[in-house]
């Protein structure tokens, strides 16, 4: 044990939602987190005034330690959140909210720390052997959202050690007609296509229209989330058709990640993914996971599991605080 505190706020800030959570620290290192204060980021400024709305939702003294997973690269003391326009200055954080204590990491990184830390029973089996996950090797964590979280964590012996990434933004690489429809269609918006314009939740319009466009069909133009509930509802085809393309190529990334990250096992996160859970396990995407030519006998083998865990970046958040400031076996 390096000190004694017993409270801390952690803190998940997202594209869409900055999540807030009072955590405590068990005599036996159980991570005891109470129920979030979520709020839009798009209703305040910058995290300062957003952390003021916290304070008054809260009945008590607020901890002075916070944890921040972050939606965005944090390589230096300036953050700027990937898919909102907050600015945050690391730097200065514990002027800016009163506070003794921060640890500041990656929002994937810290989903990585909590499906290095949750028991076995939180997590929901995909495909690939039904088995838990390595005691050794490398497991890659992947999640799709507003934008598409990648991070890996390897364990060596009852230790792990957790590098972020940012994966979601390399090529995106089409696999068949559809695919390669559906590219054309995005370079014609963007100069460079990365897996995360196809695979997070806003990309699912994309697969909509480039569906309805190769059957010369004409459709309203819809946002995401109708796209999503309508596909999920069953009660418009196209969109049916969407989600099966959707997770068709979240399998095909997913298993270039395994690949490129030498993983033993991959384990999907975020709300989308437990929200498209049933769909996952009877779409094409263990398939496309599986799909990497004279690999495939290797990618059958590794298991794919989803966390269920309702808040996992608020609790990996708390994890890696804890692990930097109090316990070191963690």
Not at 30 to 42: E, H, V
Not at 138 to 164: M, N
Request: net charge negative; hydrophobic share 40%.
């Amino acid at each position: 044990m390096r000190g004694q505190v017993s409270d801390l706020v952690a803190l998940d800030i997202g594209g869409t939602h900055a999540r807030f959570a009072l955590v405590r620290f068990g005599d036996d290192g159980a991570i005891i987190m109470d129920d979030p204060i979520t709020l839009k980021t798009s209703d305040y400024v910058s995290l300062q005034t957003a952390w003021e709305e916290f304070e008054r939702q809260v009945t008590g003294p607020v901890p002075r330690a916070a944890a921040l997973a972050i939606a965005g690269p944090v390589t230096g003391e300036t953050v700027r959140l990937t898919n909102n326009s907050w600015v945050i200055q690391t730097g200065s954080l514990d002027k800016q909210l009163d506070l003794d204590r921060v640890v500041v990491l990656n929002d994937f990184a810290a989903v990585a720390h909590a499906v290095a830390r949750v028991p076995e029973d939180q997590f929901l089996h995909l495909s690939g052997p039904d088995e838990p996950l390595p005691q050794n090797g490398t497991v890659s964590v992947i999640g799709p959202g507003t934008g598409l979280g990648v991070a890996h964590f390897k364990r060596v012996d009852g230790q792990y050690h957790v590098q972020a990434t940012e994966g979601g933004h390399v090529n995106f690489a089409p696999v068949d007609h559809v695919e390669d429809a559906l590219l054309k269609r995005l370079r014609n918006q963007h100069r460079r296509v990365s897996v995360e314009r196809v695979v997070a939740g806003p990309g699912i319009v994309e697969i909509y229209e480039t569906l309805a466009s190769l059957e010369h069909r004409s459709v309203e133009q819809l946002d995401d989330r109708t796209v999503w509930e309508r596909g999920l509802a069953h009660t418009d085809n196209l969109a049916v058709a969407a989600i099966e393309r959707f997770c068709m190529a979240l399998g095909s990334a997913s298993g270039d990640y395994a690949l490129s990250h030498g993983a033993s096992a991959v384990v999907m996160a975020g709300g989308l993914g437990y929200r498209i859970r049933d769909t996952l396990r009877y779409s094409g995407f263990a398939e496309r996971f599986r799909f990497k030519g004279r690999y495939e006998p290797l990618m059958a083998n590794i298991p794919v599991k989803l966390i269920t865990h309702p808040q996992p970046g608020l609790f990996g958040a708390a994890a890696a605080f804890q692990r930097e400031h109090f316990l070191e076996t963690v």
